[in-house]
Every structure is written in structure tokens, then in C-alpha cells.
């Protein structure tokens, strides 16, 4: 059993393509990359169907070792035995591609750094005075209005989840918990440090115990499906892919999926400093979006309500032609843009509907907007309340990023599925969401919240 410490860390989750160090992340091995080929020299070799041909597997284990097979979505990875792979198997019948299984840094937390408690704070204190987030989506109210996100099941596809926080614990079903992510438990390393998934999980449904912090469906049930890993952030497609397909399987009512990556269609990758590091064929990029619209696909139509990061490159993609945002410039998926507070220390009722400094924006990109969090890095320590407060590894801390607003939108549906009984699909989650998102800057569709900053109470009220 884990020891549960009180810390509080400050963490901004700045860029998702971002590199880490090991002085950075707690246990992290030491990798610089932003982008890398596949694990193990891994390939995805997508069928020219959306399932898999009868027969084609059988067909590729000549060519190599079959690592894993996705036949839901037509996708099997391979681990080569041949040489010109690639070039041999696109030619069998019933191959449309065959692509490097990519590993990205998904997400990656920037200049973490533990900090001293800001005034106020006490381990014998409730934190829910901090958490504005629910305060600017009005969570409570809805709470008040009798629906707690009963009966509704929350999948985080993230790096794992502490499953012995005394916060996170009682929501979590660690019978349907799983890990693609190769040599990890979904149950993360013990230890008081920032773990990414955790953080999510406690915004989506930390419980409602007259303790610590309070999620924004504190009665739904979370499971936690690990894609990442947990020391730097990174993961393979297939692992993505593999991750949305067993949610979809595993009886998912929503999947929140707080990671992107962004991509340039030309197939030029460039490190966090602007350097070129490499260059993949456009058609591979193409491809390799292909196979996780697949999986987004099928779990969509399984009736998954599948919330998404817009990303952290404070990037407006209204034009951006040239740079893909995997998954949030997919189909159906509700990408979240993140709001902050002006100052919330030194005035709690200020305006919490900013728009966070690094957020990705756009009409073209962006659905819903939410509390995210942001930081001014001054020595101030007050500065640390306009991020976000939540669970972690043995600790709470508070972060920012567009990851922590798709787990408020998450908490959010997961409250119009409970108030619903179950009873509605996921094309009516995502109509009540947008309908019922307040309009911060505009009566339209807004370049910076889209349709608006989700409101916990009128989506289950209206």
C-alpha cells in the first residue's frame, strides 16, 4: 500500500510536444525526443476495410511477428522479419498502408517545480475553496440539483492512475483497469509526484468524502486505460488506437482522452527548439491519422461520447493548413479549449473565463472550452491558484493545460448520462454540452471557446 503525503506542486503542462528531463518528471528516464520511429521498429499495416480481411493476419505473419492485432478497426502491428518490409507487404491483397508505429510525447509537463503551500493551505484544510474550476462551471449547483454522475462510467485514457488515493479510490473499478503501454501497470509507481492521468481522473470524479478535492462527477465510475507512459509522456499509435478500441469494448459511456500531439502534414518534424530532426512521408502522417479515426470511429458508434485536448501550442488553426492536431482535428470528438482566472488569490471573484495563454484556438478546431488553469511563473507564489487543483501520485497539485479542461467537459457529460439514466446516446451528450455552454465572448461560434464554456448545471437543468 502506498503512503498518501500532503504536497502541493506547481506544474504547467505547456506543450505537447514538449520535451521532458529526468530532474523534471520523478522517475523519468532520460529521452529528448519529440518525435521517434516506431517501438522496435513496430509498423501499423492498415487493411484497405475498416475491419480486418479473413486471412490477412495469417498472410502478414510470414513477413513478421505479429505483435498485436486490432481487427476492430482493420489495424495490425507488426514487428518485421523481412527485409523491404514495407515494401513487400503493401502489395498483398487487402493492405491499403504500412506506417511506422510513431511514438509521440503526447503530453509533457514544463518546468515542474514543487512549491511552498500558498497562504491558507493546511493538511488539515478542504481544498475545494481552491478549486474555481467548478465554481466557474457551476458543478455545485448542479449537485445541488440531485445529479452526482451515478451510473455513468468515465474511461481515462491517460498514464495510469494511483489507484490507492484516498480520493480517487472509491470511483475507481480496477477490474475493468488496463495498460498498453509495454513493461507498465496501469496502477503507477508509488511516490509523491505529478502523474498526469491522476490529475485528470480527480477533475473528471474524485470522490465526494469530506476530504481533499472534489471532482466534477463525484459519484461516476473512472477506469483507467494507460496509453502513455508514465515517465515522459510519450506513447505509440497503436497503443492509442488499441486504448480507445478496449474502452469502446469495455462498455465506455465516455472516454476522456486529455493528450494530442500535432503534426505537419509535409512530414517535417522539428524538435522543441525549431530544429529539424527528421522527415516522414506526408502520406505516412496521412495514414497514421487514418488508423486513429478508425478507432475514434468505432468507438463513436459503439456510443461513446469521446472528449479531446485542442493542444498547447497557442496555435489558431483557423487557416493552419499545414499542421494537424491528432485527435482533436479528427471527427467525432468535442476538442476543449482552456479558460482561466484573472488572479483568482488575490480576488475570488474575478473573472474565471479567460482564455489560457497557451491554448490552442479556432473556429475550425475548437467545441467547448473549459477551466484549464494558467500560470505566471513570478516568484508570487499566490500565482499558483489560478492553475488547477487536483489529485496526483500520493498528493494534490495544481497544473494547467487544455488536458484538465476536457476532464471538466468529461465530468460534465458524465453528469447529463447520469441524469438521463443512461438512457440517451452520445449524439444527444454532445448536442446538450453545446447547447447549454454559456457564450463568453460572442452569440457564435467563438474562435477561442467555440461554443461556449461548458455549465455543469444548465446541461442537466435545460
Keep these: 500500500m502506498k503512503k498518501f503525503n500532503y504536497l502541493f506542486v506547481l506544474v504547467l503542462v505547456f506543450s505537447l510536444l514538449s520535451g521532458c528531463t529526468k530532474d523534471e518528471i520523478p522517475n523519468a528516464e532520460s529521452e529528448d525526443l519529440v518525435l521517434k520511429s516506431a517501438q522496435q521498429n513496430n509498423f501499423l499495416v492498415i487493411s484497405t476495410s475498416e475491419t480486418l480481411p479473413d486471412g490477412l493476419e495469417k498472410k502478414l505473419a510470414s513477413y513478421g511477428e505479429i505483435v498485436n492485432s486490432i481487427p476492430e478497426i482493420g489495424v495490425v502491428v507488426v514487428k518485421p522479419t523481412t527485409s523491404n518490409f514495407e515494401k513487400k507487404v503493401v502489395t498483398i491483397s487487402g493492405v491499403r498502408s504500412v506506417v511506422p508505429d510513431l511514438i509521440v510525447n503526447w503530453t509533457s509537463p514544463f518546468n515542474v517545480k514543487v512549491m511552498a503551500n500558498p497562504p491558507s493551505l493546511g493538511d488539515d484544510e478542504t481544498y475545494f475553496p481552491l478549486q474555481w474550476g467548478m465554481d466557474a462551471i457551476n458543478a455545485p449547483e448542479a449537485w445541488n440539483a440531485g445529479v452526482t454522475g451515478e451510473g455513468a462510467k468515465v474511461f481515462i485514457l491517460d498514464s495510469g492512475i494511483d489507484a490507492e488515493h484516498p480520493d480517487l479510490a472509491p470511483n475507481l473499478n480496477t477490474s475493468l483497469c488496463a495498460s498498453f503501454v509495454p513493461g507498465e501497470d496501469w496502477n503507477i509507481q508509488p511516490g509523491a509526484y505529478f502523474n498526469h492521468g491522476s490529475h485528470v481522473a480527480g477533475i473528471v470524479a474524485a470522490a465526494d468524502n ?37 474502452a469502446a469494448d469495455a462498455g465506455a459511456d465516455v472516454i476522456n482522452m486529455s493528450l494530442g500531439t500535432s503534426l505537419n502534414l509535409n512530414g517535417f518534424v522539428y524538435d522543441e527548439d525549431g530544429n529539424l530532426i527528421g522527415r516522414y512521408s506526408p502520406v505516412e502522417i496521412q495514414e497514421l491519422k487514418r488508423a486513429v479515426q478508425r478507432a475514434i470511429n468505432y468507438a463513436y458508434k459503439s456510443g461513446v461520447t ?147 464554456r461548458v455549465n455543469a448545471l444548465r446541461a442537466v437543468t435545460e
Excluded at 217 to 245: C, D, Q, T, Y
Excluded at 313 to 331: E, F, H, K, Q
Design 306 to 452: 469521446i472528449v479531446v485536448s485542442a493542444g498547447n501550442n497557442n496555435m489558431n488553426s483557423d487557416g493552419n493548413g499545414s499542421t494537424i492536431v491528432i485527435p482533436a482535428d479528427l471527427n467525432n470528438v468535442i476538442a476543449v479549449s482552456a479558460t482561466a482566472p484573472e488572479g483568482f488569490y488575490y480576488d475570488p471573484t474575478t473573472n474565471l473565463d479567460v482564455i489560457a495563454s497557451y491554448s490552442n484556438t479556432g473556429r475550425s478546431l475548437i467545441d467547448l472550452a473549459a477551466p484549464g488553469g494558467d500560470f505566471d511563473l513570478s516568484p508570487d507564489p499566490a500565482f499558483v491558484r489560478d492553475g488547477v487543483l487536483s489529485t496526483s501520485s500520493e498528493s494534490f497539485y495544481f497544473a494547467a493545460g487544455t488536458s484538465f479542461a476536457v476532464a471538466h467537459v468529461a465530468g460534465v457529460a458524465a453528469l447529463i448520462i447520469s441524469k438521463n439514466q443512461g438512457k440517451i446516446t452520445n449524439v444527444e451528450v454532445e448536442k446538450q454540452l453545446l447547447k447549454t455552454a454559456d457564450k463568453i465572448d460572442s452569440n457564435g461560434i467563438s474562435v477561442y471557446f467555440g461554443n461556449g
Design 210 to 246: 469530506g476530504w481533499g478535492v472534489i471532482g466534477a462527477a463525484p459519484k461516476a465510475e473512472i477506469v483507467a486505460v494507460k496509453v502513455l507512459s508514465e515517465f515522459n509522456g510519450s506513447g505509440a499509435f497503436s497503443w492509442i488506437n488499441e486504448g480507445i478500441v478496449y
